[in-house]
């Protein structure tokens, strides 16, 4: 199963572009990268889901390279309720569905 | 209104006391896990179960049990055998493919 490094916290600003990057170099073919965010004392909830490329939605952009090897979730213009711990994960439904949590990013948003 | 129901939200045992969580979903979905959070860490796998049952050992099965009687149900037991049985438990779904889960609102269960 693939393992994920992400940054353990990060701040920005109102109003600004935050960019959370992920590294899984051992990430396998049939793996998919997914996105989390996890506010206190709720369950997860989902993101943003993508293979290569870009794949954006109504809320973020996630950004993968060719070689897979990372991945740069993008929210555009935060605010303060984006305040949350953002998780990234690799897995397959082939892997038994067994998703790797690591301690996720916690992102700070100032006024 | 679909979703995953936890209950209850704050349960509170002695120790040496079995205690059952309760997850029930209405979403249809095959998959069901159980996952156990602590303080300023990422989930862990307890338990999960891919259709009515059967279930298979995540991570850290030990002091727990599960069964998976019914679609919609997966209930946890935390047993006196855990050790530390304080923290954050949660529940979720996936549907086929499981790409992407669900989570119910969690149970925080303190055990003194």
């Known amino acids: 199963l693939a393992k994920t490094t992400q940054p353990i916290s990060m701040d920005s600003y109102e109003g600004q572009e935050v960019n959370i990057t992920c590294s899984h170099n051992?990430?396998?073919?049939?793996?998919?990268i997914t996105w989390y965010q996890q506010f206190p004392s709720q369950g997860p909830r989902f993101i943003i889901q993508?293979?290569?490329?870009?794949v954006t939605n109504e809320v973020a952009s996630l950004f993968i390279p060719a070689d897979r090897k990372s991945s740069t979730l993008s929210l555009p213009r935060v605010s303060l309720s984006d305040t949350a711990v953002y998780y990234c994960?690799?897995?397959?439904?082939?892997?038994?569905?067994?998703?790797?949590w690591g301690a996720g990013t916690k992102l700070i948003i100032k006024p | 209104d679909g979703g995953i129901t936890q209950s209850p939200k704050y349960l509170f045992r002695k120790e040496g006391q079995n205690v059952t969580l309760s997850c029930e979903q209405n979403l249809n979905h095959d998959a069901m896990y159980w996952y156990r959070q602590d303080p300023g860490q990422g989930l862990r796998l307890i338990y999960y179960s891919q259709i009515v049952n059967d279930f298979q050992k995540g991570d850290i099965a030990e002091g727990y049990s599960v069964s998976r009687e019914k679609k919609e149900s997966f209930p946890l037991t935390v047993t006196s055998a855990q050790k530390n049985p304080t923290a954050f438990y949660l529940c979720?779904?996936?549907?086929?493919?499981?790409?992407?889960?669900?989570f119910g609102p969690g149970t925080r269960l303190t055990v003194t």
């Open positions: 051992n990430i396998a073919t049939n793996d998919y």
């Open positions: 994960l690799v897995g397959a439904a082939d892997s038994n569905y067994q998703l790797i």
């Open positions: 979720a779904t996936a549907d086929e493919g499981g790409y992407e889960q669900y």
């Open positions: 993508g293979y290569k490329t870009k």
